[in-house]
């Protein structure tokens, strides 16, 4: 049965717990797919990213003006970082897009181990037949991700506040969005609206964000990356144990 506390885990602390969750031998099988989709994914798109590293960083520095070019040393390792979080954050979301319906069946497990209560097994034909309406829940976070991403991405063309505030911006951002898609895949198990769970993250905003924030950052680095995404989906579903569950079942 789930675990009584009386002081819940923070952010940190249910990442933690999906580092624990994904070594445990009932779940290491389910973890195997997103696993696979983040190796070839990540391993295709660095490279490529890479390669063109210094091109975009020196795209991303020319929007300074000529009157600031004294600050160029200082904003350069900005533009890296921000170039970083850009493409990990696209990039995992295409790598979420391809891996849903295993994502969803790692987090079902996951609950099933975390609660102790049996949960009807999913046959291979039913996870197929699911894949549609898994995809329409991706596409409402796409929706509801692409106005928010253009308006942070408007504000890298405006001299001075583009290469300053747009980075962090986009950061937190980026960090919001890593909680709300990890966060959704234990909600949408259950059928749970989308407009419904995000309501609830914002319950716990504080615990979401520091949580999607460090899932962010792991994105950027190399071989933890690969790891990174069924680590958050066992630590996002012990959140939703923990914090969600009763109250919306």
């Known amino acids: ?75 350069w390792p900005i533009a890296i970082v921000t170039i970083l979080l850009v493409f990990s954050f696209i990039f995992s979301l295409v790598a979420n897009w391809i891996a849903a319906p295993f994502n969803g069946l790692l987090a079902e497990q996951v609950e099933q181990r975390l609660t102790g209560q049996k949960l009807p097994d999913v046959s291979i034909w039913a996870l197929i037949k699911d894949v549609p309406r898994l995809f329409r829940r991706e596409w409402q976070k796409l929706v509801y991700f692409i106005p928010r991403a253009l308006i942070c991405l408007l504000l890298f063309f405006i001299p001075v506040l583009g290469q300053t505030v747009a980075p962090l911006l986009w950061f937190l951002f980026s960090g919001w969005m890593a909680a709300v898609q990890y966060c959704d895949y234990p909600f949408d198990n259950h059928k749970i609206p989308f407009h419904q769970m995000r309501a609830q993250l914002l319950n716990h905003k504080t615990t979401n964000l520091t949580f999607g924030l460090i899932v962010t950052v792991l994105t950027t680095i190399p071989i933890i990356n690969l790891f990174i995404m069924p680590i958050a989906i066992c630590g996002a579903t012990a959140m939703w144990v923990d914090r969600y569950r009763t109250k919306a079942l």
């Open 1 to 75: 049965m789930v675990h009584e506390t009386a002081q819940k885990p923070n952010g940190i602390g249910y990442l933690l717990q999906g580092v624990t969750l994904i070594r445990q031998p009932g779940l290491r099988r389910f973890v195997i797919m997103p696993l696979m989709t983040n190796l070839i994914l990540f391993s295709l798109c660095f490279y490529w990213l890479f390669s063109k590293l210094e091109s975009l960083s020196d795209w991303l520095l020319n929007a300074v003006p000529d009157w600031l070019s004294w600050l160029q040393y200082l904003l």
